[in-house]
């Protein structure tokens, strides 16, 4: 074999563009789909059986078919309604309602997981039920919502890798683009596999270190 | 509203049976990288439980690399990567072996917590009774880490299910999706095609889903 | 005063509280005895507007709890409750726990609020654990940190909801030690407990509740030294082995 390394470091810059596009997608989808699941999910640990059926039956649905096909039904929604969206846009939109099915489960797990004598404690106190909600639901249900979150926001970054079927150049397809010129799969896999892990690694380290310290609250 | 384009729903029905033979083959390969999840990720797990510091770092770094970078990503490296050895997988291997990978990492850590879950004191009782190590972990721990990792493993192999679809980025055309996506290049029936697939992979998605659900109200009833 | 007032209360199709009338006055203890499912708790509940009564009335201080227009949020500043478990918020220190209603009910300012706080944590004895979290507290400490929270909003009448039950016997004698205290400060208070020597020695009324009903009210003498009832004889009997 002949090692022959055609790879230079405008081609790493390259890559880490690539890296740039799928965190910017990632970091809008999780900011748009949290809002979306966080709503969600409050009206869900409130509604009654059958506006919680409705809303859980059809949130369901985007777990249940395959992510990839999602963004080629909206796009190909977009071009024959001709919005004029880009991929981006597209990707952002299917990803957010992706993220928002995943984070209404967690929101309402976090909340319903709060013992409900501590909200009658709050209550017997005076507090409102807002006031109930900002002191008392809302730090105890972070706490229980948060590592699943986390795990929803890590996944949302690795799915980005899908959106190079719809012409995005993310990070997988910029070494795509790379390998089919200088012919070393393993090299560049290698590399963009180490920028991946790099991003999902720091994210949950930051996580650890918040559930560390709330360790203290567990009764 | 401006449509140029009007729905047509005929063609894409005439293509069910096709889309139906490429179901059973997103079936087999779902369950076949479950079943061989299965086996590595207990492998892998208790490797990571043992002291031996080469066997649990081998296992660290393979769990953490299959939960750290995407699906899509370690297909790529089996298609792509093992070329290079000499070793040629087509579109079919590289996505079983890609997604039996996936899988392996999620299950050792869903499998580490289960057992964490069982108290210590069952194994002791077990061995108090007279039984060696294996049959107090085939009657006693297996059956209970059964039931506490049922509810994962099923989770899992929905995820397996929607894996498939990844295939058609390396060139599976015999899975749903393939076959989707190969008959889409012919007609350009685009939105109506995958349409069809999109409701056939929800049905394929809940009819597992709530045959597990039956399952488990059956097995686990006491 | 607290007046109860011929209260039916129901849970779907399950009636608990079937007609309960009892007066509290002002500056007595009440303590209320009874078998799991009487009712007991359902009625404390009641009385601080937690839940709702389907007939009948409850009047504080001439104040109807159950009438759509009161506001029950400044009528919750007169009651304190203590529960039987899960009362102390985990994600707060124990001086955090106090201030917080002080600060968001009453609206003090920070000072005026550890102020409040410190003074009533000092009373219950646990100044030195005033910035320590909730899971080092023992059970009883937590039972004694809700009883002050609950003081710490000068309520007139301080419910209580079998406050020792969920204890270890051990930590019992401390949280018994602060109701002493209470009563012997005058606060008015309604106890429910299981505590049958204890609710002797401290009320100055008794009553005992089966099955959603008061079946005999009295001096404690009468009530638990001569029962006249089957069911609080059986009651007591096996409460006092």
């Not at chain 1, 966080?38 to 869900?44: E, K, L, M, N, V």
Request: charged share 15%; glycine share 6%; hydrophobic share 50%.
């Amino acid at each position: 074999m002949n090692f022959v390394f055609d790879f230079s470091v405008n081609d790493f810059f390259y890559m880490v563009k690539g890296l740039g596009i799928s965190v910017t997608l990632t970091l809008w989808s999780v900011i748009l789909g949290t809002i979306l699941g966080i709503i969600f999910g409050f009206i869900r640990s409130i509604a009654g059986i059958f506006l919680n059926f409705f809303i859980g039956s059809i949130l369901d649905i985007f777990r249940s078919i395959p992510l990839l096909i999602q963004l080629i039904l909206i796009n190909a929604l977009s071009s024959i309604f001709k919005f004029g969206f880009s991929p981006f846009e597209v990707s952002c939109f299917v990803l957010a309602i992706y993220t928002s099915a995943y984070v209404t489960e967690t929101v309402r797990s976090g909340i319903l997981s709060v013992p409900i004598p501590f909200l009658k404690s709050s209550r017997s106190l005076g507090l409102t039920y807002l006031q109930t909600l900002k002191e008392i639901t809302f730090p105890l249900a972070l706490r229980v919502s948060l590592p699943a979150w986390v795990g929803v926001t890590l996944g949302v970054f690795k799915d980005t890798s899908l959106v190079l079927w719809i012409g995005i150049i993310e990070l997988l397809k910029s070494s795509q683009i790379i390998i089919t010129r200088t012919q070393e799969p393993i090299l560049i896999l290698t590399i963009a596999g180490i920028l991946y892990f790099t991003v999902s690694f720091c994210f949950t380290r930051v996580t650890n270190i918040l559930e560390k310290r709330w360790e203290k609250y567990e009764l | 509203m401006n449509i140029d384009y009007t729905f047509h729903w005929y063609p894409a029905f005439k293509i069910l049976p096709k889309m139906l033979y490429g179901s059973i083959t997103t079936i087999e390969i779902a369950f076949l990288s479950i079943i061989f999840g299965i086996i590595l990720g207990a492998i892998l797990a208790l490797a990571k439980n043992s002291n031996n510091k080469i066997i649990f770092s081998i296992a660290n770094i393979w769990i953490e690399i299959s939960r750290n970078t995407p699906a899509l990503y370690q297909i790529y490296m089996v298609y792509f990567g093992l070329g290079t050895f000499g070793i040629y997988v087509g579109s079919f291997g590289a996505l079983l072996i890609g997604i039996t990978f996936n899988n392996s990492g999620y299950l050792a850590e869903t499998f580490r917590g289960g057992l964490r879950a069982i108290p210590a004191t069952q194994m002791k009782t077990g061995r108090s009774l007279g039984m060696n190590f294996f049959q107090s972990f085939i009657y006693i721990i297996l059956p209970q880490l059964f039931r506490i990792v049922f509810h994962s493993v099923t989770n899992q192999t929905v995820l397996a299910i929607l894996m498939t679809s990844l295939g058609v980025i390396v060139g599976m055309n015999t899975d749903l999706m393939g076959v989707t996506n190969e008959l889409n290049a012919l007609s350009f029936r685009t939105f109506e095609y995958f349409l069809l697939a999109a409701v056939l992979y929800y049905l394929i998605t809940k009819i597992f889903l709530n045959s597990a659900y039956l399952l488990s109200y059956k097995l686990f009833r006491y | 005063m607290i007046r109860i007032i011929d209260v039916h209360k129901s849970f779907g199709q399950l009636e608990v509280l079937k007609g309960i009338n009892m007066d509290v006055e002002q500056n007595k203890v009440h303590s209320i005895l009874g078998a799991s499912g009487s009712g007991k708790s359902t009625l404390l509940q009641c009385i601080n507007g937690l839940e709702k009564i389907q007939k009948g009335k409850i009047l504080v201080d001439e104040i109807e709890v159950n009438d759509k227009k009161t506001n029950l949020n400044s009528l919750r500043k007169k009651i304190g409750i203590v529960f039987q478990q899960f009362n102390v918020f985990p994600h707060l220190t124990t001086l955090e726990n106090v201030t917080l209603a002080l600060k968001t009910v009453l609206k003090k300012n920070k000072k005026e609020a550890k102020e409040i706080a410190v003074q009533q944590i000092q009373k219950i004895g646990l100044s030195d654990k005033m910035n320590v979290y909730p899971s080092k507290l023992s059970g009883g400490q937590q039972q004694r940190l809700a009883i002050a929270r609950a003081l710490a909003m000068s309520p007139s009448y301080m419910l209580f909801d079998e406050i020792t039950s969920a204890l270890d016997p051990m930590l019992v004698g401390e949280v018994l030690d602060a109701l002493r205290l209470l009563k012997n400060e005058g606060m008015t208070m309604m106890i429910v407990t299981h505590e049958v020597r204890f609710a002797k020695e401290v009320s100055d009324r008794v009553s005992f509740l089966n099955e959603g009903q008061v079946i005999e009210s009295g001096s404690p003498n009468e009530i638990i030294d001569s029962p006249k009832e089957t069911e609080t004889i059986k009651f007591l009997e096996r409460s006092l082995k």
